[in-house]
């Protein structure tokens, strides 16, 4: 295990730590401490593999690319930002939320979360991008998300959007699914522990 893996563990249970502390909050709080902030650039981490980046899962269908986790364990991934339906300036637990990462690609779709159709081979909904900021609908739903405590360890990333009152949604957690060795994220299975750094707080190492 390098240095900056070993940090990014001891930033994982120094958050653990805190949200224990501070269980009555409702607010999602970084590595640091601080209240996860609307439309500010974070990271997103795990204790076990890198951070989250956008890759192609399939090459016949190279646009819009995936929501994956990278394998280096030193990576932090690509920063995104996030977005609440409410307009809050902080995020909060079970607030509905749009993922945007802060990135160029070869695709011309937007790179915000979506949660794409069910992979006929697979039987798994996978997170691709490709989905837009904002106007909360039957339209858009498939584009939202929220945040809850992973027990007392931490944060999970779920799919179950409360911004269309009219739709029929299958809710779920975001995990990992593993195909040839690389972490593709989607819905179902073992719940991703996660947890946030700001982008301008560095790691050093």
């Not at 956008?54 to 920063?79: F, H, I």
């Not at 081979?121 to 498939?142: A, F």
């Amino acid at each position: 295990m390098n240095t900056k893996t070993i940090i990014l563990v001891l930033l994982l249970i120094h958050t653990i730590i805190f949200i224990y502390v501070v269980g009555g909050d409702t607010s999602v709080v970084d590595v640091d401490g601080g209240q996860v902030q609307a439309n500010t650039k974070y990271y997103i981490f795990t204790p076990r593999g890198g951070g989250l980046a956008l890759s192609v899962r399939d090459r016949r269908q190279p646009c819009p690319p995936n929501v994956m986790q990278e394998a280096d364990g030193a990576s932090m991934g690509l920063p995104l930002k996030i977005f609440p339906a409410d307009g809050k300036a902080v995020i909060d637990l079970q607030s509905d939320l749009n993922l945007a990462f802060m990135a160029a690609t070869t695709c011309v779709q937007r790179t915000v979360w979506r949660l794409g159709d069910t992979d006929w081979n697979t039987g798994r909904r996978y997170v691709r991008s490709d989905g837009v900021v904002g106007n909360p609908g039957v339209e858009t739903v498939r584009n939202w998300f929220k945040m809850e405590r992973f027990g007392k360890q931490g944060y999970k990333i779920v799919y179950c959007p409360s911004v269309c009152r009219a739709c029929r949604v299958e809710c779920g957690d975001v995990g990992v699914l593993v195909e040839s060795g690389r972490r593709w994220l989607a819905v179902g299975g073992q719940p991703l522990l996660i947890a946030f750094k700001k982008l301008n707080h560095s790691i050093s190492y």
